[in-house]
């Protein structure tokens, strides 16, 4: 990852270099830890994945959902992803497996959890549910004073 001198990994380092610096003012017990924040733990203690591990985590993907053109908007608004939104879908997904949702560029959208297996998923109503929404790109822009 660092041996990539271009865009978003360059800019990621240079604001982790600032943060270090900065965080080099704090008293050393004062600080947990610098850096990304992947998640935070529900009230029951199950660990939500947060939109900020989107960048970390989709290279690494098992599992993976690509949404036509037409979806995309709508699962960045935070819908889910209907049977006829879908484009592809891995092979061998379980139901209820995390997946990373993808445009048809192969740009990662957000976290989703399977709904319905692969096998299921040819079979279904096109109104069917077969991604249920966990993340998007789109919680910058509408939650973007509360996103750590």
């Not at 990539?4 to 360059?10: A, H, I, K, L």
């Not at 990621?12 to 943060?19: H, P, Q, V």
């Given at each position: 990852?660092?041996a990539?001198?271009?865009?978003?990994?360059?800019r990621?380092?240079?604001?982790?270099?600032?943060?270090l610096?900065?965080?080099a003012?704090?008293?050393?017990?004062?600080?947990v830890?610098?850096?990304?924040?992947?998640?935070?733990f529900t009230?029951s203690?199950?660990?939500?994945?947060?939109?900020?591990?989107?960048?970390?985590?989709a290279?690494?993907?098992?599992?993976?959902?690509w949404?036509k053109?037409?979806s995309?908007?709508?699962?960045?608004?935070?819908?889910?992803v209907?049977?006829?939104?879908?484009g592809?879908i891995?092979?061998?997904?379980?139901?209820?497996?995390?997946?990373?949702?993808?445009?048809?560029a192969?740009?990662?959208?957000?976290?989703?959890v399977a709904?319905?297996?692969?096998q299921e998923?040819?079979?279904?109503?096109?109104?069917a549910?077969?991604?249920?929404?966990q993340?998007d790109?789109?919680?910058?822009?509408?939650?973007e004073d509360?996103?750590?």
């Open positions: 990852m660092l990539q001198p271009s865009g978003p990994v360059t990621r380092l240079s604001r982790t270099e600032k943060l610096k900065l965080a003012s704090i008293p050393r017990e004062s600080l830890a610098p850096g990304t924040c992947f998640g935070k009230k203690q199950k660990f939500r994945l947060s939109v900020t591990a989107l960048d970390f985590l290279p690494y993907a098992k599992y993976k959902v949404v053109p037409g995309e908007q709508s699962f960045l608004y935070g819908n889910h209907l049977k006829s939104g879908l592809r891995t092979e061998s997904t379980a139901q209820y497996q995390g997946v990373v949702v993808y445009s048809m192969d740009v990662p959208l957000g976290f989703g709904a319905r297996s692969t998923c040819r079979k279904v109503d096109p109104l549910i077969v991604v249920f929404h993340a790109v789109g919680e910058y822009v509408r939650n509360t996103l750590t």
